[in-house]
């Protein structure tokens, strides 16, 4: 349905996504299931001309891949007096991993070691201060691509040398943050409406364990520190909505490393199974939004 229609101011729900799942199939069978009736909107279709007006829908879940796209999307809804879920503010401090770190940081939680280099040069600098090993990141970016580990100066002069040769300058943006002895893995928390429904254990070959790269889920029993981690992280970026991911150091602290603004739950919910069904969550957790 084009946004662009002539349609009046009303109460409709929409999911916006460009890309239907196995987690928005999943969605769309929680709307059906409780008999909400929802449009599916295809980002790839829509246009918005400037200037307030009226939707067919007062409340949008914002399913789009794309993080540009899902930020500008969430901008020009919410001008159009939509309510949008996760919020375009929310969409944009979790879609940038140094905006992250600084909201996490603004809340007091635990996170690693983190700094910005303005310049690859400055990013050696930072390294050696830091001191290795380490990890390079982008800074948007998702499923763990492009995080590169480093364990000494010579590895990172070889990388830096090949970021400064980037045509963009966000790439010559450096995100460095220290590469924290975990025990070979990392937990994903799920957060709706400001609640924990539960948290996996992400368990991989290498650095890096996201399921779209293979990981391997777990159920992670949950601690009073974990649930008060995880819901202040959400609570930190703005997110309604919210995949929190943490790791353990070797001491069982935990740190909070980052949050998701568009979940994805196919693992976090085949690890728990029946105990919760997270797309009748969501659901649910939408009902909610629109009576108020």
């Known amino acids: 349905m084009s946004a ?7 109460g409709g729900i929409a999911v916006l996504a460009s890309r239907v799942g196995a987690d928005e199939k999943r969605l769309f069978d929680a709307f059906d299931r409780r008999g909400v009736a929802f449009d599916h909107v295809d980002t790839r279709a829509q246009w918005f001309p400037a200037g307030r007006r009226a939707l067919p829908w007062s409340l949008v ?3 789009e891949i794309g993080q540009a796209r899902a930020a500008y999307a969430a901008r020009c809804l919410t001008a159009a007096c939509a309510e949008v879920v996760n919020s375009a503010d929310a969409t944009e401090v979790c879609g940038d991993k140094w905006r992250t770190t600084l909201a996490l940081r603004t809340a007091g939680l635990p996170i690693p070691r983190t700094t910005l280099a303005l310049t690859p040069q400055a990013a050696l600098a930072a390294l050696d201060s830091l001191g290795y ?8 970016g998702s499923w763990g691509r492009l995080i590169v580990p480093l364990h000494d100066r010579a590895a990172a002069e070889g990388v830096l040398e090949y970021v400064g040769a980037l045509p963009s300058p966000q790439s010559h943006l450096v995100y460095v943050q220290e590469l924290v002895d975990k025990p070979g893995r990392d937990i994903r928390a799920v957060v709706v409406g400001g609640e924990l429904l539960g948290a996996v254990y992400r368990t991989g070959e290498s650095t890096r364990t996201n399921v779209a790269l293979g990981g391997r889920t777990l159920p992670c029993e949950t601690t009073p520190e974990l649930t008060g981690l995880a819901v202040e992280a959400a609570a930190a970026v703005g997110a309604d909505i919210a995949g929190v991911d943490l790791i353990e150091d070797r001491d069982g602290r935990l740190l909070v490393l980052e949050v998701n603004h568009r979940v994805e739950f196919s693992g976090f919910q085949s690890a728990l199974g029946d105990r919760v069904d997270v797309a009748d969550r969501i659901v649910e957790h939408l009902g909610k939004r629109a009576q108020r």
């Open 4 to 10: 662009t229609a002539e349609h009046p101011g009303g």
């Open 61 to 63: 879940l914002n399913r």
């Open 133 to 140: 090993p380490a990890l390079i990141k982008p800074l948007v």
